[in-house]
């Protein structure tokens, strides 16, 4: 075996047969490996060409490969055999001073070196699907010039669901709108259409469907489910809680309470100090401390006539005995007084059929 030691051969050094060049296995730190190596290639001295270390062709695949260095980068490169003037084909470049890695011109990454003068847009090449969001000034906010699109693949649509989204100028589907002051629902069908609201004790909604009205179920389910008040089709207003199954103390309202209340409360005559939509208009009713005066008199509660709440609260309260304030509002429920009117007017029916047979007898003397 030859052994060759500062040897300088100027021309090409052919290796043949199952000849090798066996080099010294270097252990180095970083700094030295750049001063001592076991292949060492004269330093470059001008910056404008490639400068290779190593070339190899591939004749039966046509190609040729090389690795070198260029101006900054470290190169490693493959083209045709065939092109020998005209460069390489793909070349990828590591940029030693910077860190930035190519291929061919283009580069591979963004880094915190570049990203400034690479930033991406929506308008380079391979952009597709559809820009339905513009962000403009801080990237932090969001701009309403353009509308949200339901496009891209995949996307659900909104008609099918029956989704609101947001047009560029108001929330709109193929069924709801919201435009002015109204807020709607457009249902060419008779499926049912609900504004629905709910906490744990109770579910209810505005709902329209074969007939309309405020609808509830309690927070467990639909067991207790039911109509408070509804319009059916033919247009009257139905309260569903008349089913004497759904009731429990049943027992006849006296001529003691219908008579205590209707005998004693007051019809008055007024104009609203807030008129609103009244026209100052005279009006009559009941005012609702005069009811529960009347109640308080001969001991009669827990009743649905009279009812209160505190203007900072929509909790609604019966009890007559709570002291009065500004901070609350009084209201009655008519309707619930029409049986009493009933019973008053059966009372009064039975106490004229009694004087009528009365009188006849006196004129049958």
């Known amino acids: 075996m ?9 021309g090409t050094l052919t290796l043949t047969g199952n000849g090798y ?7 180095v730190t970083w700094l030295q490996g750049f001063q001592q190596s076991p292949i060492k290639v004269t330093d470059a001295t001008d910056n404008s060409g490639y400068h290779p270390w190593i070339i190899q062709k591939n004749t039966s695949a046509s190609k040729m490969f090389t690795m070198g260095i260029f101006q900054n980068y470290f190169v490693i490169a493959g083209s ?3 092109r020998t003037t005209n460069g390489y084909d793909y070349g990828w470049f590591f940029n030693v001073s910077n860190g930035e890695l190519k291929l061919n011109n283009n580069y591979l990454y963004l880094h915190s070196n570049n990203y400034t003068n690479y930033a991406p847009s929506k308008t380079g090449s391979g952009a597709s699907g559809t820009w339905g969001i513009n962000i403009s000034g801080n990237a932090a906010s969001l701009s309403s010039t353009l509308a949200i699109s339901k496009g891209g693949t ?22 709801a709108y919201i435009s002015g002051q109204e807020i709607g629902f457009n249902v060419s069908n008779t499926s049912t259409v609900r504004f629905y609201t709910k906490n744990n ?3 209810a909604d505005l709902r329209v469907s074969t007939n ?17 008040i509804y319009i059916n089709t ?3 207003v139905t309260a569903n809680t008349s089913d004497r199954r759904k009731k429990k103390y049943i027992e006849d309202t006296t001529e003691y309470e219908a008579i205590s209340i209707l005998k004693n409360i007051k019809i008055r005559n007024f104009i609203y100090k807030e008129d ?12 609702a401390q005069d009811l529960r005066d009347v109640m308080k008199q001969y001991n009669i509660s827990n009743r649905p006539w009279l009812q209160w709440h505190y203007n900072t609260d929509d909790n609604v309260y019966y009890d007559i005995n709570e002291s009065e304030t500004d901070n609350m509002t009084y209201e009655i429920n008519y309707s619930s007084l029409i049986p009493l009117l009933i019973k008053g007017w059966q009372i009064n029916e039975n106490k004229i059929s009694q004087l009528k047979d009365k009188i006849k007898e006196l004129e049958e003397i």
């Open 2 to 10: 030859a052994v060759l030691k500062d040897t300088t051969i100027n």
């Open 154 to 175: 995949g996307a659900t649509s909104f008609t099918a669901n029956r989704l609101i989204y947001y047009n560029g100028s108001k929330l709109v589907s193929s069924n």
């Open 21 to 27: 060049i066996t080099l010294p296995k270097k252990s």
């Open 276 to 287: 609103i939509g009244h026209n100052n208009l005279i009006q009559n009713g009941i005012f």
């Open 234 to 236: 033919s247009g009257t």
């Open 201 to 203: 004790n109770n579910n």
């Open 80 to 82: 045709a055999t065939s």
């Open 212 to 228: 309309a009205g405020v609808y509830h179920t309690n927070a467990s389910g639909s067991s207790t489910a039911k109509w408070l």
